[in-house]
């Protein structure tokens, strides 16, 4: 006897990811869904982060869904509980919070070889059963917590940028931060704007390049609203702009890296304009090529290191006490406030984010760490029928994550239709299609910043324990979203 699963589609994650997955699968006629979020609310990073100085930093009308464009976007660069807004806002105009289960941590799924679905098991209840599982858990999604020696014995209080503690009042702190990565660089300006003393501990300093970011006036809010195309071309501006960043100065670095030695000009220049003390500006200045690692946007951060109470401390931390913080040299500072700004971890934790066993028990874990790390088209791997990976290897396309999520959703579309019409209920990508896209990516990857620039100094976390960048999608976004609705059907089985 056949038994039904309870639903056509599990998707793990309420993020942008997530949500877009829940369009796409609706408007394919699937709408008995679950979307299963370990948090107390929708919207992903923007629901989770909410540190003073959030705000994304790919232009807005580019990181939004191309089918779903906010006029009323505040800034070029909309502050983060804007981003959180609008996700609420989609949310509900496609009337998915009815598929929603917060507070709802996913231990584990296993593809179910005899009943042909999935059997996903949930913290503190029963399994859930799913024709399709599709895992939105995002890229940066797992909090680094560093190994410091000391650290649990700190007194003051202890705050990770994803746990930011609203109610906690800075004034008057003596705090310390650490870490320098893109979040950093939003908060160090609106902490050293309250405490008292700060110091900032960098191990690695960030390419930071200005931004250009002004208030969107009502008028053209309003253009944006009446006159959508205006907006649309915008967006294809900004867009192209982008694209061709990532093209030549990411992916062509060999033939182009022209392009990162300008920006490091340009980002030498800031620093040279904005930051007084020779040995801070030496300091803040990365020794390895622009691009290795992720740069950022800002007109403030550098600038807060010429207050007399902010202080960049470049040497290693040895060790936490409850009351100071102790770097290698036997210097102490105290401190009552500890700011963990220390980014993700990605490659040992993130890929995939849950245990996910396919056919015949492979432990997708497992198998990515004993191969490569890899995904056909960044979206499905053999030995996992009806299973799609959106926060996967080689999936992150171009500069902002909507391109990759736009082009799953095609892939999807392609892939689910054609299932359909053939009267399939399981899909598999095959093992060659995948092995080949593999080794396109690997080729590609050739003329890269990561492989042909001076990375070596950067510890970025593109590159995973094996010294291979592979997250990013080593093509176009062009590229990406043309395959995502041209690839060789005949790339899957279908039965
Ligand atoms: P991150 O870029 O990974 O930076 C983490 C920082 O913590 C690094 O400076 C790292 O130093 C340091 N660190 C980690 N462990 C340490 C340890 N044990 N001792 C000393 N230092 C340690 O993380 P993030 O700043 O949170 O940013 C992550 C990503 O989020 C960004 O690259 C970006 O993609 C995204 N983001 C986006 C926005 C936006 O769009 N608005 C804003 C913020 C973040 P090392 O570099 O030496 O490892």
């Not at 939004?64 to 804007?82: C, I, K, L, T, V």
């Not at 202080?311 to 040895?318: A, G």
């Not at 970025?460 to 990013?472: K, R, T, V």
Request: negative net charge; contains cysteine.
């Amino acid at each position: 006897m056949t038994v039904h699963p309870q639903h056509d589609a599990i998707i793990v994650g309420a993020g942008f990811g997530g949500i877009g997955a829940a369009i796409q699968l609706n408007r394919l006629g699937l709408d008995n869904l679950a979307i299963l979020e370990r948090e107390d609310d929708l919207g992903g990073t923007w629901h989770v982060n909410h540190y003073p100085g959030l705000a994304v930093d790919i232009a807005s009308v580019t990181y939004s869904y191309s089918f779903e464009p906010n006029p009323y976007w505040s800034r070029m660069f909309a502050p983060g509980a804007e981003l959180k807004r609008y996700a609420e806002h989609v949310a509900d105009k496609y009337n998915l919070r009815r598929y929603m289960r917060f507070n709802t941590s996913v231990t584990g799924s296993r593809w179910d070889e005899d009943e042909q679905y999935w059997v996903v098991n949930v913290e503190d209840g029963p399994s859930i059963t799913a024709r399709y599982l599709l895992t939105a858990t995002g890229f940066l999604s797992q909090p680094k917590t560093p190994d410091i020696a000391g650290i649990d014995t700190f007194e003051g209080k202890v705050i990770h940028t994803t746990k930011w503690d609203d109610t906690y009042d800075l004034t008057d702190r003596r705090a310390a931060i650490i870490g320098t990565g893109a979040t950093s660089v939003q908060l160090v300006p609106r902490v050293a704007d309250k405490v008292r003393e700060l110091t900032v501990y960098q191990r690695t300093p960030i390419w930071l390049v200005p931004k250009v970011d002004l208030p969107i006036p009502g008028v053209v809010q309003r253009l944006f609203d009446r006159a959508p195309v205006t907006q649309k071309v915008a967006r294809v501006v900004n867009s192209s702009v982008l694209e061709a960043i990532m093209v030549a100065g990411v992916l062509h670095y060999r033939q182009a890296k022209i392009f990162n030695k300008g920006a490091e000009l340009i980002a030498r220049a800031q620093l040279r304009a904005q930051v007084r003390d020779k040995k801070t500006r030496e300091e803040l200045t990365p020794d390895y090529s622009f691009g290795c690692k992720r740069p950022s946007f800002s007109n403030e951060y550098l600038a807060a290191f010429n207050k007399d109470h902010v202080r960049l401390e470049t040497t290693s931390i040895d060790h936490i006490e409850p009351n100071a913080i102790v770097t290698t040299d036997g210097n102490r500072t105290e401190i009552d406030t500890l700011i963990l700004a220390t980014g993700f971890n990605l490659w040992d934790v993130n890929f995939p984010a849950i245990e996910i066993l396919g056919r015949d028990g492979r432990n997708l874990g497992k198998w990515w760490r004993d191969n490569r790390f890899q995904a056909y088209e960044g979206i499905s791997v053999p030995h996992f029928p009806n299973f799609m990976t959106l926060a996967s290897p080689y999936s992150y396309s171009g500069l902002s994550y909507f391109t990759t999520i736009e082009s799953q959703m095609k892939h999807m579309d392609r892939l689910l239709s054609e299932s359909k019409r053939r009267g399939a209920t399981t899909f598999e990508v095959k093992q060659d299609a995948n092995d080949e896209f593999l080794d396109r990516c690997t080729e590609q990857l050739d003329d890269s910043v990561f492989y042909n620039g001076n990375c070596q100094t950067s510890r970025s976390y593109y590159f995973n324990q094996h010294g291979e960048a592979a997250i990013l999608r080593p093509t176009s976004t062009l590229n990406a979203l043309r395959e995502a609705s041209r690839f060789p059907l005949e790339d899957y089985t279908y039965a």
